[in-house]
Every structure is written in structure tokens, then in C-alpha cells.
DNA sequence: GCCAACGTTGGC
DNA sequence: GCCAACGTTGGC
């Protein structure tokens, strides 16, 4: 099993809105971004670990567990051209763009702020820190266990 | 709203 | 294949 966090902007979609989901599960997609789709398409596999972070706030953050349900598969929203996903390089042959399919997990008890992240030297690798933009990001395994145990929660 | 970081595009 | 220009992300 693998672990990773997945950011989204909250205005856009939120850890609350795929609570509210009829099934709690979404389609991740429209990840337009080349390393990003690598780990959707090659390495995310069903049962892996999600910390869903929102950026673009005041106070950016870990709020929450979520796991995979369905790994990889062609993202169709780059093939609808009124979409504002859509891409002309992608086809049904070659789908160019990948998603997977996620569950709501858990709040965090208390969120993980970037701030905190950022004073923890034992988290200074994680992407977030130094390459923030990436929006799929893979966590070590003390990583998760040490936002878990700031966030107040247990895996 | 600013701007640094960084990814993508396109001319050559 | 290089690299300048440009666009986007996201923290602040």
C-alpha cells in the first residue's frame, strides 16, 4: 500500500463535498499536469492512502483521509471539447490523461496546516515543501504516521 | 494582488 | 534540441 496526498482548491472541490457525495467516492480527474498522470496511471492502486489538502486559502492544509477505490483509467473529460478539461492531443486510442476514483475517509481531528508542516524538519522532503505545485504528491510512510499523529488521528 | 517557481510552447 | 517567452500555480 501506498500513500499520497492529493490537493485540490477548496472553492473548487472540498474534502466537505466529497463527504456529500451520495457515495462519498469521486472521480479525480482533470489532472493536466505529466508527473501527476504518471502516478495516476502507473503506481495509484486500489486501497491506497489519500491526505486531501487544500491549497489556494489562507490557511493552507491537511484536513482530512481518504483511500483509492479504482486506479487508473482514461480521464474521458480531455475528450469533450465543451469541457474545460478538454485536450485536441488526447483520443480514445490514447487517452494522454488518467484518473483515478477516491473515498471519503476521515476528518483529521485538528488539520494539518502547511505552516506546522513547514516547522517539522522530519517533513522538509515532502513536495509540499519545496515543490509545491505538484498536485499529486507520494508520502513516505513516516510521513503519513507523523501528519497522523499531528493531526490527532490514528490510520 | 504580487510574484517566484516551474511547466509548456514554439521559433529557430 | 535549445531556450526565450509565456501561462499557471499557489503561498504570502
Redesign the pocket.
Known sequence: MNYWLF?T?PGCFSFDDLKKRPDMTEHWDGV????ARNFLRDTIQVDDRILF?H????E?AIVGLASVVRAGYPDTTALDPNGEHFDPKASVEKPLWYMVDVRYGKPLNKIVT??RI?QNPLLADMP?V??????IQPVTVQEWQIILTMGGVTG
Request: glycine share 0%; proline share 9%.
Open positions: 490537493k482548491e493536466r499536469n505529466y508527473q489538502y491549497s489556494n486559502i489562507p493552507p502547511l505552516e513547514k509540499l519545496n515543490r509545491s505545485r505538484l498536485s
